[in-house]
């Protein structure tokens, strides 16, 4: 199997570009107080495991961990933070493309690290 | 394939694949030219050593410890397979995941230690290696550390330089920006041609970042390779072998010693590939590169190559059942 440089850079720049507008532009955030998702990660495992959004909708995902410090990466909606036990990380987003996107730890957390996802799905 | 000597060619790594890891011989295609041996002469003084012809392999992803059907025998086969080889290689490199981690106390020593002795067994003349996450995302590599020494490293073979990076220690898949400074120093005192080799256990460009197949700031790492034009990058940690080109560098994936991952461009989840009673080491493997490519070139000709692996129809075939074939090494 050969992959080209041109396919894969493709790829991840629209990813890129995706993800630094649903996270970074402050225009794209609704005027009203963001809903609050509450995301519990504890090994290995995350609740809930699946969160729907409406695309342009902007939430707030409130994220801690029960246990020791997790991951949260989803490149194509540009969140990518660290779950640091004992404090609530706080993340805003504003999906700007509709789908259903595979979350991921991706602190390495024990064993079972390699199972740890959770699904959020973008509606029109 | 020949070609004119210029900077911009020098070795090829190439021959056929015979599906655990990889062996590779790296072939100089000088000749007797004053040119030729210009080209040695000044890589050599670069790397300590003018280049000549020599083999190595790769070994990946033993996960010792690792609760599967396969247990240690895919190792412990690998290991007696290079034992066997009419030419044995020079050097044998390990691209992590060395060990399957755990936490009851004491039983992740003793497979790191289980792991160095059977690997002990190579009857090579050195063994590198660089660690997993499973080897060392839980204790920041103080294990690995402990046992093997470093965790990112480089050192100079008969003319290729080698870079082991660590791209996993920090729990994170990145590498880091102190050790991408230390990269950087360590790559200045080379020429641009000269031939390098980096191993390191995660993919560093986005294979399938939904999956944990990247390396966050591996874009960073190839841009400090950029300049250099003869880049073979090689890692593990998919357990499937692959080949990616960008820029000058050409990436490759060994085959896993403990259990094998689908396509990821063929199935959504990843779960690894069943193990099939009948056939132990399917989808695990050796992979040969000879080198074939250096027969039949005129004995006055400057046959100036590149750095590349070039695997053949045998790759991704049926794993050790391949080591019956002729080998040509």
């Known amino acids: ?39 519990t990660a504890k090994r290995f ?15 707030k995902l409130q994220i801690k961990s029960e246990d ?22 706080e993340l805003t987003v504003t999906p700007a493309t509709a789908g259903t996107y595979r979350a991921i730890c991706d602190h390495f957390c024990g064993a079972g690290h390699g199972g740890m996802k959770m699904t959020i799905i973008v509606r029109e | 394939m020949k070609k004119h000597l210029d900077r911009r060619r020098f070795l090829k790594i190439a021959g056929t694949s015979m599906g655990v890891g990889a062996l590779y011989t ?20 670069a790397t300590g050593e003018r280049p000549t012809p020599f083999s190595f392999a790769q070994l990946s992803d033993a996960h010792v410890g690792f609760d599967g059907p396969v247990g240690t025998r895919a190792l412990e086969k690998a290991v007696a397979t290079i034992n066997g080889l009419p030419r044995r290689p020079d050097l044998v490199l390990f691209t992590g995941d060395l060990t399957h981690d755990t936490e009851k106390p004491g039983e992740h020593a003793a497979r790191m230690n289980l792991f160095k002795e059977i690997s002990g067994r190579l009857q090579v003349q050195k063994i590198y290696h660089v660690p997993g996450e499973h080897d060392a995302g839980l204790d920041g590599g103080e294990l690995f550390r402990n046992v093997f020494g470093p965790t990112s490293y480089s050192f100079d073979h008969r003319g290729v330089h080698f870079i082991g990076l660590d791209n996993v220690s920090r729990a994170k898949p990145e590498v880091g920006a102190e050790q991408r400074a230390w990269l950087a120093k360590d790559l200045s005192r080379f ?45 593990g940690h998919i357990h499937r072998e692959d080949h990616h080109i960008s820029g000058h560098a050409q990436h490759f994936a060994a085959r896993s010693l403990s259990f094998a991952f689908p396509d990821p461009d063929k199935v959504e989840e990843k779960k690894a590939i069943p193990f099939d009673k009948d056939q132990p080491f399917k989808n695990l493997g050796l992979r040969l590169i000879d080198r074939t490519t250096a027969a039949g070139a005129r004995a006055d000709a400057i046959r100036v190559q590149d750095v590349e692996l070039a695997m053949s129809e045998l790759s991704g075939t049926e794993g050790f059942q391949q080591l019956t074939k002729p080998a040509t090494f």
């Not at chain 1, 790829?11 to 996270?23: E, K, R, Y």
């Not at chain 1, 991951?71 to 779950?83: S, Y």
Request: proline share 7%.
């Open chain 1, 1 to 39: 199997m050969t992959r080209q440089w041109t396919l894969r850079i493709a790829g991840s720049g629209l990813a890129f570009v995706a993800g630094l507008l649903a996270v970074a532009s402050p225009s794209a955030r609704a005027q009203d107080e963001p809903r609050v998702i509450v995301i």
């Open chain 1, 45 to 59: 495992e995350f609740s809930p495991n699946l969160i729907t959004l409406a695309r342009g909708e902007t939430v």
């Open chain 1, 68 to 89: 020791v410090t997790h991951g949260l990466f989803v490149r194509p909606l540009g969140i990518d933070t660290e779950i640091v036990p004992g404090r609530v990380t």
């Open chain 2, 26 to 45: 790296v072939w100089p295609g000088l000749g007797r030219s004053a040119e030729a041996a210009e080209l040695a002469r000044r890589l050599g003084a």
């Open chain 2, 191 to 235: 020429h641009q041609t000269t031939p390098i080799v980096v191993f390191t256990h995660r993919p560093l460009f986005d294979l399938r970042p939904d999956w944990e197949w990247f390396t966050s700031d591996g874009d960073d790492v190839m841009n400090l390779l950029a300049p250099y034009e003869n880049v073979t990058v090689l890692y």
